[in-house]
């Protein structure tokens, strides 16, 4: 998938990216040595296959906790309440020597706000805290939905969309693919109902004016 994306970038700029930053969410504290030793390993080696060693950063954006932060007086705080956006936590209460840091880039106007945890599980790039908090915060202002900056980095909400809209797809198939025969074991039932992924190509095939378009925004 990742090599698909660089060729479809490569496409449009006649030139492969030389730094890429992957940010990944879904994943617990017990899944990083899964995604470091796995995930980027294997696009690690599928880059290799094809000559191409861009340098990577990998970072983790956790939204599934329940750390909250506050104003210390009315007047640090917005008229809700709530922590202005931007700001950023990265001492006292964060990893003792790994690279991680809260960030809250929205505006709390309900509520009380809800920072992203995110953990740098490899820096290739050799990001300082600063920087890199404030790219994060930067690109949260690039999000199409919305004029203001989003709680989430883009990517990860533009990931969102695209896995719903692909749910969408999937259940519309389902309903229209012939109904199974009934089978002996619920294992084989379920199995005999899914669509192969051959027979999802056949079925959808995005037209050539959308390829390279977000049109699931």
Not at 31 to 39: G, M
Not at 40 to 51: G, Q, R, S, W
Not at 111 to 134: A, I, M, R
Request: with cysteine; glycine share 4%.
């Amino acid at each position: 998938m990742c090599w698909e994306l660089v060729e479809s970038y490569a496409r449009q700029n006649s030139v492969k990216p030389e730094k890429i930053v992957i940010f990944r969410d879904e994943v617990s504290e017990g899944q990083f040595d899964r995604v470091l030793n796995e995930e980027l390993i294997d696009l690690k080696i599928e880059f290799e296959k094809n000559n191409y060693s861009p340098t990577i950063t990998l970072i983790v954006a956790q939204k599934r906790h329940q750390t909250r932060f506050f104003p210390e007086s009315a007047r640090d705080g917005c008229d809700t309440g709530n922590i202005p956006p931007g700001t950023v936590v990265d001492t006292d209460i964060v990893h003792p020597f790994e690279f991680d840091f809260y960030l809250c880039s929205h505006y709390g106007s309900l509520g009380t706000s809800k920072p992203t945890h995110y953990h740098v599980l490899w820096d290739e790039h050799e990001f300082s805290s600063d920087h890199l908090q404030k790219l994060i915060y930067d690109m949260c202002f690039t999000f199409a939905r919305c004029t203001k900056p989003v709680s989430l980095v883009p990517p990860v909400y533009y990931a969102d969309l695209v896995a719903y809209r692909g749910r969408l797809y999937q259940q519309a198939m389902e309903r229209q693919s012939p109904v199974s025969t009934p089978s002996s074991t619920s294992s084989s039932l379920a199995s005999s109902s899914l669509p192969s992924v051959a027979s999802y190509e056949d079925w959808f095939k995005l037209h050539a004016d959308l390829e390279n378009m977000m049109f699931f925004v």
